[in-house]
């Protein structure tokens, strides 16, 4: 979490949904693994793939 006091964090992925013909997960959840107890930090839900396109970013 800071210089002083490093903690875990873990990534838990579910879910399965083929999209553009890949079969990809498509739920994540990431967590601090506190002392306390886990800290829900982030959650992403995958929607849309796009790959081989060429552009700047």
Known sequence: M???SLETWI???A???EINEILVRTNFEVLWRLEKGDFSYAK???TK???DIPQLF
Do not use: G, P
Request: hydrophobic share 35%; charged share 40%; proline share 0%.
């Open 2 to 4: 800071d210089e002083k």
């Open 49 to 51: 793939v796009e790959y």
């Open 44 to 46: 992403f839900n995958v």
């Open 11 to 13: 990534i838990k992925a």
């Open 15 to 17: 879910n399965y949904k």
